[in-house]
């Protein structure tokens, strides 16, 4: 776009450029007329050169800053939905829209698309592109006893709907999930119509894995995980298709931590998304520096002074969200079931759901999923395994109360991937409890260092990175007392 000209004025410029070039062109005397070819070559120029944003450099800085904590979820979800369902090229590409991919394996330490990835559960995923048509997700009859969950997220990352053991039972069942602008009636033979506030939806199905030798099992679950257009789905023609999207290349994670590009991938997904009431003024004072759903934000256009204010609005981002880290998040007043979840839930509290994204995007609302996060040992110190060892102590009465399971993943920093290590383990969790040894009292010391602990030890072994690492515990269908604050994670420890 021309910044900081609306879309009809900058229409009328473009028009009025094409027509006066066409009529000059036309001209015959333009190349026998010196000081006509350089008045329009000076013209045409003048239309190309940068156009001020209509606000002080002070206020543009903060816009930045507040569209930045807005933003950041939304961009960093482009990158990761465009490495999974658009570019066939990349080795993490999962399924074209429409369509399910089953992984029937779990993540290790060579999965390096998505930080903090879980590896209790095998995935399959999927792309719902919602603009032509509803589409239908149907779920096989899972046995009683084993956790499954299918977390719907949109393009703002609100966990806006949940099939599965917790909501909706191992029964089975038909979804139709219908866009923002659907305004149809529910079909028969539907358990639930859903409508989504983006028009491109992420579907995450979890399937529990009880052991290395229960993988044959959860493929065949997977099996039946089905995703359809609803044409497909009743056997009909497809209606009309819109047009095909013209997909930006996204910027990597480090890149949108600096590059004003952020701005323009920013407005190409936000064309994908509706504007809610709640965040008219928001977008409104959003525009003022360009950032506004499906145009073009070119950094080029702008002076140099507005270029230094929305640069040093997106550190003030960060900086905040630095602030927020240590004060509330690593010091434990909020966890992982205040930063994910419904709009409703979040009530546009943009600095949590921006925390949320960086510390473990796409985590779970906590009625679905509790997610603990150790970033410092008892005494407030980082965790750092280069020279430290750690213990997790935890008495049988104190393990974390779950209606599914839990677990304990180790993640290296700064990149928070899983850690490659002799015993291609990344995790403890609840299903292990039989094979790991027991103290005296019948608590339980899980290890966690870079070496061995020693062959004795080993089946409580967590391996740590040799540097900084960080350890996220998961309680899939939390008990209310781990909801409410009641019951707290046992300390970790580092060993003197």
């Given at each position: 776009?021309?910044?900081?000209?609306?879309t009809?004025?900058?229409?009328?410029?473009?028009?009025?450029?094409?027509?006066?070039?066409?009529?000059?062109?036309?001209m015959?005397t333009?190349?026998n007329?010196?000081?006509?070819?350089?008045?329009?070559?000076?013209?045409?120029?003048?239309?190309?050169?940068?156009?001020?944003?209509?606000?002080?450099?002070?206020?543009?800085?903060a816009?930045?800053?507040?569209?930045?904590?807005?933003?950041?979820?939304?961009?960093?979800?482009?990158?990761?939905?465009?490495?999974?369902?658009?570019?066939?090229?990349?080795?993490?590409?999962k399924?074209?829209?429409?369509?399910?991919?089953?992984?029937?394996?779990?993540?290790t330490?060579?999965?390096?698309?998505?930080?903090?990835?879980?590896?209790?559960?095998p995935?399959?995923m999927?792309?719902?592109?919602?603009?032509?048509?509803?589409?239908?997700?149907?779920?096989?009859?899972?046995?009683?006893?084993?956790?499954?969950?299918?977390?719907?997220?949109?393009?703002?990352?609100?966990?806006?709907?949940?099939i599965?053991?917790?909501t909706?039972?191992?029964?089975?069942?038909?979804?139709?999930?219908?866009?923002p602008?659907?305004?149809g009636?529910?079909?028969?033979?539907?358990?639930?119509?859903?409508?989504?506030?983006?028009?491109?939806?992420?579907?995450?199905?979890?399937?529990?894995?009880?052991?290395?030798?229960?993988?044959?099992?959860?493929?065949?679950?997977?099996?039946?995980?089905?995703?359809?257009p609803?044409?497909?789905?009743?056997g009909?023609?497809?209606?009309?298709?819109?047009?095909?999207?013209?997909?930006?290349?996204?910027?990597?994670?480090?890149?949108?931590?600096?590059?004003l590009?952020?701005?323009?991938?920013?407005?190409?997904?936000?064309?994908?998304?509706?504007?809610?009431?709640?965040?008219?003024?928001?977008?409104?004072?959003?525009?003022?520096?360009?950032?506004?759903?499906?145009?073009?934000?070119?950094?080029?256009?702008?002076?140099?002074?507005?270029?230094?204010?929305?640069?040093?609005?997106?550190?003030?981002?960060?900086?905040?969200f630095?602030?927020f880290?240590?004060e509330?998040?690593?010091?434990?007043?909020?966890?992982?079931?205040?930063?994910?979840?419904?709009?409703?839930?979040?009530?546009n509290?943009?600095?949590?759901?921006?925390?949320?994204?960086?510390?473990?995007i796409?985590?779970?609302?906590?009625?679905e999923?509790?997610?603990?996060?150790?970033?410092?040992?008892?005494?407030?110190?980082?965790?750092?395994?280069?020279?430290?060892?750690?213990?997790?102590?935890?008495?049988?009465?104190?393990?974390?109360?779950?209606?599914s399971?839990?677990?304990?993943?180790?993640?290296?920093?700064?990149?928070?991937?899983?850690?490659?290590?002799?015993?291609?383990?990344?995790?403890?969790?609840?299903?292990?409890?039989?094979?790991?040894?027991?103290?005296?009292?019948?608590?339980?010391?899980?290890?966690?260092?870079?070496?061995?602990?020693?062959?004795?030890?080993?089946?409580?072994?967590l391996?740590?990175?040799?540097?900084?690492?960080?350890?996220?515990?998961?309680?899939?269908?939390?008990?209310?007392?781990a909801?409410?604050?009641?019951?707290?994670?046992?300390?970790?420890?580092?060993?003197?």
């Amino acid at each position: 776009m021309i910044a900081g000209i609306d879309t009809k004025k900058k229409t009328e410029i473009q028009t009025s450029i094409s027509i006066f070039t066409f009529k000059i062109l036309q001209m015959k005397t333009l190349k026998n007329n010196p000081f006509l070819a350089a008045f329009l070559s000076l013209w045409l120029l003048a239309q190309c050169a940068p156009k001020e944003i209509s606000v002080t450099p002070e206020e543009a800085r903060a816009i930045a800053k507040e569209a930045y904590i807005y933003g950041n979820p939304l961009v960093d979800h482009y990158r990761i939905f465009y490495s999974y369902f658009v570019d066939e090229s990349d080795p993490e590409f999962k399924a074209h829209f429409n369509q399910i991919k089953n992984i029937p394996k779990v993540y290790t330490s060579e999965d390096r698309a998505i930080q903090t990835p879980n590896s209790d559960t095998p995935y399959s995923m999927g792309a719902l592109d919602l603009r032509a048509e509803p589409v239908v997700i149907s779920i096989p009859e899972i046995e009683a006893g084993r956790y499954f969950s299918v977390q719907m997220v949109d393009g703002f990352t609100h966990n806006f709907h949940y099939i599965g053991s917790r909501t909706t039972g191992n029964k089975g069942g038909k979804y139709l999930f219908v866009g923002p602008d659907w305004k149809g009636e529910k079909p028969e033979g539907f358990d639930e119509v859903i409508q989504a506030e983006t028009n491109l939806v992420f579907a995450f199905f979890r399937t529990q894995l009880f052991a290395p030798e229960d993988l044959e099992n959860v493929a065949k679950i997977q099996s039946g995980y089905l995703i359809q257009p609803l044409s497909s789905y009743l056997g009909q023609p497809a209606p009309s298709q819109p047009a095909a999207i013209e997909f930006l290349k996204p910027l990597g994670r480090e890149e949108q931590r600096s590059s004003l590009l952020f701005f323009n991938q920013l407005n190409f997904w936000l064309q994908f998304c509706t504007v809610h009431a709640s965040e008219k003024e928001l977008f409104e004072r959003f525009a003022k520096i360009g950032v506004v759903p499906g145009q073009t934000f070119d950094p080029e256009t702008l002076s140099p002074e507005i270029k230094e204010a929305l640069t040093a609005g997106i550190q003030d981002a960060w900086k905040e969200f630095e602030t927020f880290n240590n004060e509330e998040i690593k010091t434990g007043k909020l966890n992982s079931g205040d930063v994910f979840g419904t709009r409703e839930y979040l009530q546009n509290n943009y600095l949590r759901r921006f925390a949320g994204a960086v510390l473990g995007i796409y985590g779970n609302s906590k009625e679905e999923a509790l997610y603990p996060i150790y970033q410092t040992d008892a005494d407030g110190q980082r965790l750092d395994a280069t020279t430290n060892k750690y213990t997790l102590k935890m008495k049988a009465d104190e393990l974390p109360p779950v209606n599914s399971f839990w677990s304990v993943t180790m993640y290296e920093l700064p990149a928070s991937l899983l850690v490659a290590n002799p015993l291609n383990r990344y995790l403890i969790n609840s299903p292990m409890l039989p094979s790991l040894k027991r103290n005296a009292d019948d608590s339980i010391t899980i290890y966690i260092q870079h070496e061995s602990p020693g062959k004795d030890k080993e089946s409580n072994w967590l391996p740590a990175p040799k540097g900084p690492f960080v350890l996220v515990m998961r309680l899939y269908w939390p008990k209310e007392e781990a909801m409410n604050g009641t019951w707290k994670p046992a300390p970790l420890v580092r060993v003197q």
